[in-house]
């Protein structure tokens, strides 16, 4: 056993663990957090997590099926065995979304279309790769408002396609009109992808993640600032205020160009798409960074702990969460003090379970049916 306590190979990032952890806690505080109709400051969850949170986990996807490809291309990096992944999470996804009345709106499907995508882009050069990347995450926004006026939003009282109905719905619902539009957020993945080429155990690559996703990050808060304060909103959300920055899609017409320039959360339009993927890539660049130090690697293992579980996590959390809500129980109070008894609660749990356990319960189901083989114990 190692000084952490936890299972770990030595190939393992320490870091990319903890970005995991970091993604998983936010999409909590995002669904957890109070309310924001879109006028007065926003909260705390809004300035922090909502709509980064969701591309963090896009990225950290494509980012360990690069891994996986290169360090175990014969077993869980092949092409069969990602496609069956995402096959696997796709059905995890539609059986969580069936929940009565859940309010959660469940990126498992989304994620699980993307995992299975990823195998078009692994042939490719780094450069390549690179240069695909930020041509899909400028363009894409583009071909979804064109493809949006030619594939009418469904009509249907399920708020999201799952096992318990609206099935047919989920072409459309997975690529043009949900909350996780596939045709755009395949360009996270890309990302994700193109950062697991580099050599992350260099002090120097780690500056540049931290150096080029703080760069992309400002530069398109910047750009919408400016295009706010220019009065292009107007019309939409009224008198530019700085918090409209953060105003999510329903502020805008999906169909209108003034929706180019937005940056709130989910906007899924460009500026929002590489301000996002910057900031996932700062995330990530953080996190390697501060797991160089043994000390503070050692300091955040429950984190780390959590961030090597986050599918078995994620359903715990929305489980909990809908169960909470289902009994009225209000245990926890509420909004932060109810994200803070999870967090505590699930971490707690994930923390445990690795000091007896190579991977969560539904990380190692979801190996064995991309490999038919379950995990070593080590």
Not at 109 to 123: E, K
Request: hydrophobic share 55%; glycine share 10%; net charge positive.
């Amino acid at each position: 056993m190692n000084v952490t306590g936890l299972r770990e190979g030595p190939s393992r990032l320490l870091g990319i663990d903890l970005a995991r952890a970091v993604a998983l806690l936010g999409m909590m505080l995002a669904h957890l957090g109070p309310p924001w109709t879109g006028f007065g400051t926003p909260p705390l969850s809004d300035w922090l997590a909502a709509g980064r949170a969701a591309p963090l986990f896009a990225v950290l996807a494509g980012l360990s099926i690069g891994l996986m490809t290169r360090l175990d291309p014969e077993g869980m990096g092949s092409r069969t065995a990602v496609v069956r992944r995402g096959t696997a999470l796709l059905v995890i996804g539609l059986g969580l979304a069936a929940l009565p009345d859940l309010t959660i709106l469940v990126i498992l499907p989304c994620y699980a279309v993307l995992i299975a995508a990823s195998v078009l882009a692994r042939g490719l050069s780094t450069k390549a790769l690179a240069v695909l990347a930020g041509a899909w995450c400028l363009l894409s926004p583009v071909a979804l408002f064109g493809v949006r006026h030619v594939i009418d939003e469904p009509i249907s009282a399920v708020i999201q396609p799952s096992f318990g109905g609206g099935l047919g719905e989920l072409p459309v619902s997975l690529l043009v009109w949900g909350g996780y539009p596939a045709i755009v957020w395949f360009g996270y993945v890309l990302v994700g992808l193109a950062v697991a080429r580099l050599d992350l155990r260099s002090v120097a690559v780690t500056r540049r993640l931290v150096v080029g996703g703080a760069i992309a990050t400002i530069a398109a808060l910047w750009i919408a600032a400016a295009a706010l304060f220019l009065g292009v909103f107007r019309d939409a959300t009224g008198e530019p205020r700085l918090e409209q920055l953060f105003v999510s899609p329903s502020a805008f017409d999906p169909l209108d160009t003034t929706w180019f320039w937005a940056a709130g959360q989910h906007t899924s339009a460009p500026l929002n798409v590489i301000g996002s993927a910057g900031s996932a890539v700062l995330v990530i660049g953080l996190c390697l960074w501060i797991c160089r130090s043994t000390r503070a690697a050692r300091l955040v293992s429950p984190l780390r702990a959590a961030g090597s579980m986050t599918l078995t996590l994620y359903v715990l959390h929305v489980v909990l969460t809908w169960a909470n809500r289902e009994l009225d129980a209000g245990f926890t109070g509420g909004y932060y003090r109810e994200w803070w008894v999870q967090v505590l609660l699930l971490v707690t749990l994930a923390w445990l379970w690795r000091l007896i356990a190579a991977r969560g319960p539904l990380e190692a189901l979801v190996r064995w049916c991309s490999t038919g083989r379950l995990p070593h114990r080590s």
